[in-house]
C-alpha cells in the first residue's frame, strides 16, 4: 500500500530502497530480490556505474595491449615476432565494445530479470525510511523502504587545492578511460593505481611524453615500499618521468593549450593534458544526508553489519566507496552481500574490508597485495615478521619471461603463526594474490599452509620460497 508524505504526495512502499546502481548496488538488490523482498533501485546514469563506464572495465582495457605486446618481447622467439607498434584505434574500439558503448541496457534486462525495480534519477535522503526521487522528466517520485535503505553511491574524483588547477580543465579518470586522441604530452597528478594505471597505458599506446607528479616521497605508499621502487624503475626504463616529493603551487594553461605546473622548487613541468588521479571522495554531497543527522559530503560511517552509525532504527546501509573504508569494487560487492544478508535477518559481519583486502595495481610490474604492510601490522602492535623473495629467482618465472621483475613478501604474525599480510610483484601476479586472501581470512596456520604444495614450475612456487625463508 502507498502512503503520503508531509505534503499529501503519495510514497510507494517496498521493503528495501537502494540508491546507486553500480556494482555494489546492484549486487545488494539482486540478492534482496532473490530472496523475495520488493526492491527498487534509483540510479542517475548508467546501470553498472564508474567501475563498468569510467574505471575498471575501460581502463584494463587500455592496459592490455600494451602488457600483451611487453609480455612477447620478454620472450625470445617471441619477441621477433613484435615487429610494429600498438594500434591505439584499435584498442579503444576494443575498450568501446567491453563497455557496451556506454549503453546500460544489458544490465538494466539482468536487474528487471532479477525481479527489481528500476528507476531513473537522482535519490535523496528524505528523513527516516524516506527517499525522494528527481527524475529526468522533471517529475519528483516519493519512495518509502518499510525495511531498509542502502546507499551505494560511490565516489568522484577530487581536485588537489593547486591554485589555478580547477581552472586548466584537468582529465579525470572518466577522461582517461574514455579518451579519443592520445595526447602528445600527458602529466599525471598521483602515484597510486589510478594515476600509474594510464600513465604507463598511454605511453604504451603512443604518447611521447608522460610525467607522474607525486606528492609523497615514493610511489604505491600504502604498499610495502619495494613495490613503488620497483613499479618506478619500470616506469623510468620506459621513458616515463616519476617526480616524487612535489608540493604544486600553480597550474596554468597558455592560450595555445599547453599545460604548465610549477612546484615549490621552482621546477615546471609541461604537457598538452594533465589528468588529476590525486584521490577520491565519497558522492553524498546532494543525499539529503542532513535529513537524517548526517553531515553531507562525508563517508557515511558503518559498524560491521554495514549499518549507517548515528542513525537510529538501524535502517540505514551503506556499502562500497561511499563508506569511506576500501573503496574497491570486490569490496564493495563483498559489503552488498552482507548488508543484504543482514537485511534478511541473517547473523553476519563484514570479517574482510579492514583487514583482508586484496588489491591489484595493473601496471607492469603488476603489484597484488592483500591484508596488512609490515609497517602497518607494526602500527596495530602485532609482533609481526616480514620475509621477502625475489620473484624473479623462480624456475617458473624464468620460463615466463627474460629478466622477470618483482619482489615477494608475506608478513606474519609471531604470536598467532598465522599470515595478515602478503605482497607479490612480477608479471600476471594478480592470480596469485587469491591464495593469500583465503589463507588470511581462514588464518590458516604457516605449519599448515606448510602442506600446501605448489606446483613445478609455476611462479606460485614463491610460497614455497617464502615460508622456506621464514624457516618452515
Not at 520488493?38 to 582495457?61: H, T
Not at 584537468?170 to 586522441?181: G, K, M
Not at 618521468?241 to 622548487?265: C, I, M, Q, Y
Not at 581470512?441 to 611462479?459: E, I, K, M
Amino acid at each position: 500500500m502507498d502512503t503520503t508524505d508531509r505534503t499529501g504526495a503519495a510514497a510507494h512502499r517496498h521493503d528495501v530502497v537502494v540508491i546507486g546502481a553500480g556494482p555494489a548496488g546492484e549486487v545488494a538488490a539482486g540478492r534482496l530480490a532473490g530472496a523475495g523482498l520488493r526492491v527498487v533501485i534509483v540510479e542517475r546514469e548508467l546501470v553498472g556505474g564508474e567501475c563498468s563506464y569510467w574505471a575498471c572495465i575501460p581502463s584494463k582495457a587500455l592496459v592490455r595491449p600494451g602488457e600483451v605486446v611487453a609480455a612477447a618481447r620478454r620472450v625470445p622467439g617471441a619477441a621477433q615476432a613484435v615487429t610494429g607498434s600498438i594500434d591505439a584505434g584499435a584498442a579503444m574500439a576494443r575498450r568501446d565494445e567491453l563497455v557496451e558503448h556506454g549503453d546500460d541496457a544489458g544490465q538494466v534486462s539482468w536487474l528487471t530479470s532479477s525481479g527489481v525495480d528500476l528507476i531513473r534519477g537522482h535519490g535523496r535522503l528524505d528523513g527516516e525510511r524516506r527517499v525522494r526521487v528527481s527524475r529526468p522528466d522533471g517529475e519528483v517520485q516519493l519512495l518509502e523502504a518499510q525495511r531498509a535503505v542502502i546507499v551505494a553511491t560511490g565516489s568522484r574524483a577530487t581536485v588537489p587545492p593547486v591554485p589555478g588547477l580547477a581552472e586548466v580543465r584537468p582529465w579525470d579518470n572518466r577522461a582517461a578511460t574514455t579518451l579519443r586522441q592520445v595526447p602528445d604530452r600527458l602529466l599525471v597528478l598521483g602515484g597510486g593505481p589510478v594515476g600509474l594505471e594510464p600513465a604507463q597505458a598511454i605511453r604504451r599506446l603512443g604518447a611521447r611524453e608522460v610525467s607522474v607528479i607525486e606528492a609523497a616521497g615514493s610511489l604505491l605508499a600504502r604498499e610495502e615500499p619495494f613495490a613503488g621502487e620497483q613499479v618506478r624503475g619500470a616506469l623510468e626504463q620506459e621513458g616515463i618521468v616519476v617526480a616524487t616529493g612535489v608540493r604544486l603551487t600553480g597550474a596554468r594553461r597558455d592560450p595555445d593549450g599547453v599545460v604548465r605546473l610549477t612546484d615549490d622548487r621552482g621546477r615546471e613541468f609541461v604537457g598538452d593534458e594533465v589528468l588529476v588521479a590525486a584521490g577520491r571522495s565519497p558522492s553524498t554531497g546532494d543525499l539529503g544526508l542532513e535529513s537524517v543527522g548526517l553531515r553531507a559530503g562525508e563517508a557515511i560511517a558503518v559498524d560491521d553489519r554495514l549499518r549507517a552509525e548515528g542513525v537510529a532504527g538501524q535502517w540505514l546501509h551503506a556499502v562500497g566507496d561511499c563508506n569511506g573504508i576500501a573503496p574497491l569494487t570486490h569490496l564493495g560487492k563483498y559489503q552488498a552481500r552482507i548488508a543484504a544478508d543482514v537485511i534478511l535477518g541473517k547473523d553476519t559481519a563484514d570479517r574482510a574490508s579492514r583487514d583482508v583486502v586484496p588489491r591489484v595495481t595493473f601496471t607492469d610490474p603488476q603489484v597484488a597485495a592483500v591484508g596488512l604492510t609490515g609497517a602497518q601490522a607494526a602500527e596495530r602492535g602485532l609482533r609481526a615478521r616480514t620475509v621477502t623473495f625475489e620473484t624473479g629467482a623462480l624456475a617458473g618465472a624464468s620460463v615466463q619471461a627474460n629478466e622477470y621483475p618483482g619482489t615477494s613478501a608475506l608478513v606474519v604474525d609471531e604470536e598467532r603463526g598465522v599470515l595478515v599480510g602478503a605482497t607479490f610483484v612480477g608479471g600476471s601476479v594478480q592470480e596469485l594474490v587469491h591464495a593469500a586472501t583465503v589463507a588470511i581470512a581462514g588464518q590458516v596456520p604457516l605449519d599448515t599452509l606448510w602442506h600446501a604444495v605448489p606446483s613445478f614450475p609455476t611462479v606460485s612456487e614463491v610460497w614455497l620460497r617464502l615460508l622456506e625463508t621464514y624457516g618452515l
